[in-house]
Every structure is written in structure tokens, then in C-alpha cells.
């Protein structure tokens, strides 16, 4: 019997939306909603690089990443030290992320951290984040090329994330947190606008997929893309942010 989902169709995003300048002290900052899921992205930007990078003439982008305690419905403890793995992995996968889309030689040598701080979570933390930060990103280039800091634009695509899942022999997209836990399999997607793959991070919790489950995921994960790239382009338009 396959899974009767709730309000939305099984190819349906959960609403989504973006809230600009929500810390306007930082060179970029946004707030995407994703269904439940609120994560605040901010970027900060150092006129340096780390020491290995000194002599290679270019610049950097790393994230960090984290959940506030009541994030969830049961409080979690602060990771002051970033010691946990899922903390690791998700800010290596922003960091990677927003690397494989950018110029990093026309950045010249500085660095842009990526901050991505899980206000309410309800599963889509790490592809909500990977999405809202190639926008605080854009705005803080954006104020580096204004002022003459940068030479030129260093963002070659737009990139963003999505989830789904196998829940019940149904392939879901964008699942929240009831079908995330229940879901057989879970399928991080990160793409670039112009349809190449950056990470494909598929796992079978309880069950086993093929080939074919696995191109079906893969096309509607594409296809639910879509509206989250309309947004970042719409929202770049309305700040008035046209780079090529």
C-alpha cells in the first residue's frame, strides 16, 4: 500500500520563502522557510585567507553550521565545539557547495563565511541551508563588486538543495519530519541551475532501492528545484542584483 500524503501532492515542495536582510549587520544574511523548517544564513567576509591559501591568489568560502536548542521539540545541548559528526558533514557539504559555483580567483584573497543557524527544524535542514546560503552569499559579492573590492562577479551558477525520500514504496519530495522518519530511504539532491550534480547523498535506512527508484528520485529532485531557483533569481531582482 503506498503512502497517502497529507495536503500536498507526492511531487509538491512545502511552502517556501525568503526573508532578506534578516541580520542586516552581516555583509549578506536571509531567512529561508521551508515548510516548518526556518534556517537563518549569514555571511561574513575577512579581507584574508587561511595560511595555506597565501600564496595561491585566491579566496575562500568555508560554513559553519548549527541548531539552536529548542530547534527541535526536545532541547538539544549547544555543540560549542562543533564536535558532533552531522554537524561536520552538513557545513563541509554548504561549504563544498557554494566552492563548486564560484570563481574563487576572482574573489581575491579573502575569505566569506557562511553561517547557517537551524531556528525551527522539520527535516530539509542542510539543503534549506544550502539554498538560503547561495543567497547571503550573492549579497555579500554583491557589496564587494559595488565598492570596487572584487573585480569582477565570482558566481558562475546558482546552486540549491532539495530532500526526498522512499516512504512506503512512494517517492516524496521535500519530506517533512513525521515522513523523514518514517521514510525507508532518505536523498539529499544539490544541483546547480544549469542541471549538474554537486552531491547525491542517497541512503537506505530500513529498505533497499534500485536504479530505476534512484533516476525517478533523481528527476523529481530536478524538477523540485526549479521554483527554489525562480526564488533565488526573483529575490536577486527585487534587490536589484543583475551580475552575469
Known amino acids: 500500500m503506498s503512502y497517502t500524503r497529507t495536503g500536498r501532492a507526492a511531487d509538491e515542495l512545502r511552502p517556501h520563502s525568503i526573508i532578506v536582510d534578516f541580520a542586516p549587520a552581516a555583509e549578506g544574511s536571509c531567512l529561508i522557510q521551508t515548510g516548518h523548517?526556518?534556517?537563518?544564513?549569514?555571511?561574513?567576509?575577512?579581507e584574508k585567507v587561511p595560511p595555506w591559501l597565501l600564496e595561491q591568489n585566491k579566496g575562500w568560502i568555508t560554513a559553519e553550521y548549527a541548531m539552536l536548542p529548542r530547534s527541535?521539540?526536545?532541547?538539544s545541548k549547544r555543540d560549542y565545539q562543533r564536535t558532533a559528526g552531522r554537524t561536520h558533514e552538513i557545513q563541509r557539504l554548504i561549504g563544498r557547495s557554494l566552492r563548486a559555483v564560484v570563481?574563487?580567483?576572482?574573489?581575491?584573497?579573502?575569505?566569506?563565511?557562511?553561517?547557517c543557524d537551524v531556528i525551527q527544524a522539520d527535516a530539509g535542514t542542510r539543503t534549506a541551508s544550502v539554498t538560503g546560503s547561495?543567497?547571503?552569499?550573492?549579497?555579500?559579492?554583491?557589496?564587494?563588486?559595488?565598492?570596487?573590492?572584487?573585480?569582477r562577479w565570482p558566481i558562475k551558477d546558482q546552486v540549491a538543495g532539495v530532500s526526498?525520500?522512499?516512504?512506503?514504496?512512494e517517492i516524496l519530495l521535500d519530506m517533512d519530519y513525521p515522513e523523514d522518519s518514517a521514510a525507508g530511504v532518505d536523498l539529499n539532491l544539490v544541483m546547480t541551475g544549469s542541471g549538474r550534480l554537486i552531491e547525491v547523498q542517497g541512503t537506505g535506512e530500513e529498505t533497499t532501492f534500485d536504479r530505476d527508484q534512484l533516476s525517478q528520485m533523481l528527476d523529481l529532485g530536478w524538477k523540485g528545484l526549479q521554483p527554489l531557483f525562480e526564488l533565488q533569481r526573483q529575490v536577486l531582482k527585487d534587490k536589484g542584483i543583475a551580475h552575469s
Do not use: H, N, Y
Open 103 to 115: 570563481d574563487l580567483q576572482a574573489m581575491g584573497q579573502r575569505r566569506i563565511i557562511i553561517d
Open 164 to 169: 526526498l525520500g522512499l516512504l512506503d514504496d
Open 37 to 46: 523548517t526556518r534556517v537563518l544564513c549569514t555571511a561574513t567576509v575577512e
Open 72 to 75: 527541535t521539540t526536545i532541547r
Open 134 to 151: 547561495w543567497l547571503a552569499l550573492a549579497f555579500a559579492c554583491d557589496k564587494l563588486v559595488r565598492s570596487g573590492k572584487m573585480p
